[in-house]
């Protein structure tokens, strides 16, 4: 039945990106214009990004992990300092840490919400930690209230992963305006795309500064502003990076920011969907959503019953046709980390058990009402 399902219909994607024509014509004026990288068009995606979630800089970058690389540098992270992540998050929010030369401290995640733990926050803090970084899972800002009232007890950066996030807000306060710094992602399977991109966006015009420098080599000034002053000069300040991103990217940035809204909203109705079919199933649990948070629903997860054999559901739906995954594999689990700063099973217990648990449904604006209905079909097909 589940092959019969795939041949007629089409594969349905967890996460994907949707393009149309005002996108393509706005990239193609970026082709034929004088700019095609650092020019005008990457200092508007910047105000508008900035301008959206209520945040006085934005600084673009080419990915989501070289923002969050950019923002442990403003910070000076460097050897022998800490910074506290949650272990249920993509690696790349750990990596950023170790590219620093920087420890990070994983710390466990709420079973309901699968959202760092504050109370294990606060006890794994020490005299090297520096920063604590918090990873809007799935969408869903963390307790920002909680962590900023540990990061100022104990003089600390508090940074926002909120790659899942765009759109997001906590007691009407948007995601943007929670942390010291907080980081997007425009990859193709998040709200917006640039195709690849990232952000950060702060109220600290230092940070900003410092991470215009890296993202250009650790150079004073780039090529557009050298033009319009008139001059050649230049000088390398600092050790930076080519994060730079370009023109082009940045104008589909901007097309696709004008449509946010109408996709945030297909997202919510969708996952209304969603948890009226599972309101009443004890096989699947949708995650909690904490109370005052508006969902941005970049992933929508649900977790299976004890006793439900994982793999088999996710190879059954695969089989239909829906694109279900996993996210993630607790970093402290990874090889590199187990390999390299000696991280063991036993370290974050609830993440670990989530693990074993959690399947990520289709979740994107492109979703109709009969793909969702399709979806959960083929899940209770699995389920049986």
Not at 89 to 114: H, I, M, S
Not at 194 to 222: L, P
Request: glycine share 8%.
């Amino acid at each position: 039945m589940a092959e019969e399902i795939s041949e007629k219909l089409p594969f349905i994607s967890y996460g994907r990106q949707s393009i149309d024509q005002d996108d393509v014509d706005a990239v193609s004026r970026v082709l034929f214009s004088d700019w095609l990288t650092t020019g005008p068009k990457v200092t508007e995606f910047e105000e508008k990004i900035a301008a959206f979630v209520g945040a006085r800089f934005g600084v673009a970058v080419n990915s989501g992990t070289a923002a969050l690389h950019a923002a442990m540098y403003a910070l000076g992270i460097g050897p022998g300092d800490e910074v506290i992540v949650p272990a249920m998050t993509f690696a790349a929010t750990a990596n950023a840490v170790v590219y620093q030369g920087g420890r990070p401290v994983f710390v466990d995640v709420e079973a309901e919400t699968l959202l760092i733990s504050s109370a294990d926050v606060e006890r794994l803090i020490s005299a090297r930690t520096k920063a604590i970084v918090a990873v809007d899972y799935a969408g869903q800002p963390c307790d920002y209230e909680a962590l900023r009232a540990i990061a100022d007890l104990h003089g600390l950066a508090l940074v926002a992963d909120g790659c899942h996030s765009l759109g997001a807000s906590e007691n009407g306060n948007p995601v943007g305006t929670l942390a010291d710094m907080t980081v997007f992602s425009f990859h193709p399977v998040k709200h917006i795309t640039t195709g690849e991109g990232g952000m950060i966006v702060s109220d600290n015009e230092e940070f900003a500064a410092k991470m215009q420098r890296f993202r250009n080599h650790g150079i004073s000034t780039d090529h557009f502003k050298r033009q319009k002053e008139g001059t050649w000069h230049y000088e390398m300040v600092e050790l930076g990076f080519n994060y730079r991103i370009s023109d082009i990217l940045c104008a589909l940035g901007i097309s696709q920011l004008q449509k946010l809204p109408g996709w945030l909203a297909r997202r919510r109705a969708i996952a209304e969907r969603y948890d009226l079919e599972f309101q009443d199933h004890t096989a699947v649990t949708p995650l909690s959503v904490r109370s005052g948070v508006e969902h941005a629903y970049h992933l929508y997860v649900v977790q299976l019953a004890k006793g439900v054999s994982r793999e088999k559901v996710f190879r059954d739906m695969r089989q239909a046709g829906i694109g279900v995954n996993v996210h993630y594999v607790p970093v402290h689990m990874h090889p590199f980390y187990r390999n390299n700063f000696g991280t063991a099973p036993g370290l974050c217990p609830v993440a670990e058990e989530a693990y074993e648990r959690v399947l990520s449904l289709p979740m994107h604006q492109g979703l109709s009402d009969d793909d969702v209905q399709r979806v959960t079909r083929a899940l209770w097909e699995a389920l049986k």
